[in-house]
């Protein structure tokens, strides 16, 4: 008896070797695959959130930052029982105050025929080599193989990525999800609109909007670098918008305070030279209670000046502009990483506050 369980356990050993995986690269598969990005028919080849002209228009920093992945994602069907991902990266893995989960990983949503939703999660085959490698097992317990479900699979927030391949089981369906038509919600802001310090790609503030509003988001967010350069409007100008956010005071502090009047009036003129789409003004989320007094004096004379440029603007005669206050966003001592950067609870309040918004400028969306 122990010489056939033996026999029978190489046997299985030896079928599980031979199981197949069928391998497709996002971008070989047409201009509109890949979702949170508007310029798709000029970035075929990679996986970056600007349009190759920006290259020579913007600073290098915000050119190097636009090259990460931060917002986007890739949507496929599938009836496979499990999803093998494969790519590489350029970049460092992690930072000391983000997991590599957040910096490098991936994040995968399934959702089912009756429009559920539900985390994917990788619990620990996942692995952070040369090529970074995730495998979603047993991802069909909830309603069964027969029908399939469509996934939503969320990229690196803080890299770039090189070369990416998604595999299922041979003989299974796997079928690559074109990007929305609908008009998109347009974030132009700094490492927290980029997703720090996100302990998961699906965590970013701009990602669960995006989830739980339904609608595209844009992630133009540059950490370090969101500040309100005309460069950067006069290429928020040229999408066809629902909504543009503009949140970048927490580069704008200190040095850069002065700044923010003049570059604001600026930056909403180029807007409006193209566009009606409302505009949504986001002051500093710094968390009420945080200790230095330095710090919350720098973050409230960001806000200040951008409140001053706020009703200038509205005296201009400016439409359809909008605000969102530090208050609006209510953030707590337990709400950041370091008194800056919001940890996945200050992500969710971050999100939160931007949904009510939402529900308020749109009450005929459905969020």
Known sequence: MKKLIACLFTAICALTALAQTTWMNPLEQGAN???????NDELKDGFHRLTPRAETVVRPAVWRLSCQSAGLSVCFHTNAPSVKVRYKVKGGLNMFHMPTTGVSGVDLYA??????????ASRFNLS????????????????????????????PLYNE?????????????????????????????????????????????????????????INLGFSGNGQLESEM????????????????????????TEL???????????????TDAPILLVEHNYANGVSSQQAVDWYSGS???????????????VKNIYYLSHDELGFTQDS????????????????DAYLRKLRELFPTTQH
């Not at 695959?33 to 310029?39: A, C, D, F, T, V």
């Not at 074109?178 to 008009?183: G, I, V």
């Not at 806000?303 to 005669?317: I, M, P, T, V």
């Open 33 to 39: 695959i890949i979702h949170g990005r508007w310029w």
């Open 111 to 120: 959702t089912d025929a009756e429009g559920t939703m539900r985390w994917c």
């Open 128 to 155: 952070f080599k040369d090529t970074i490698r995730y495998e979603f097992k047993d991802i069909t317990y909830f309603t069964g193989e027969e029908r399939g479900y469509d996934f939503e699979l969320f990229l």
């Open 161 to 217: 990525v090189t070369w990416m391949e998604i595999g299922v089981p041979e003989g299974r369906e796997l079928r690559f999800i074109p990007a929305s038509e609908e008009k998109p919600v347009v974030v132009y802001g700094t490492s927290i609109a980029q997703g720090a310090c996100a302990s998961r790609t699906g965590m970013a503030w701009t990602n669960i909007v995006h989830r739980e509003s339904g609608l595209p988001v």
């Open 233 to 256: 409007f006069a290429f928020l100008a040229e999408i066809d918008a629902k909504l543009f956010v503009i949140d970048c005071l927490p580069n704008m502090a200190t040095e850069r």
């Open 260 to 274: 923010i009047y003049d570059r604001l009036l600026q930056g909403v003129g180029i807007l409006r030279k193209k």
């Open 303 to 317: 806000n200040s000046e951008q409140q001053r440029a706020f009703k200038a603007l509205k005296e201009q005669g």
């Open 336 to 351: 950041m990483v370091e008194g800056l950067h919001p940890n996945d609870l200050g992500m969710r309040q971050y999100a």
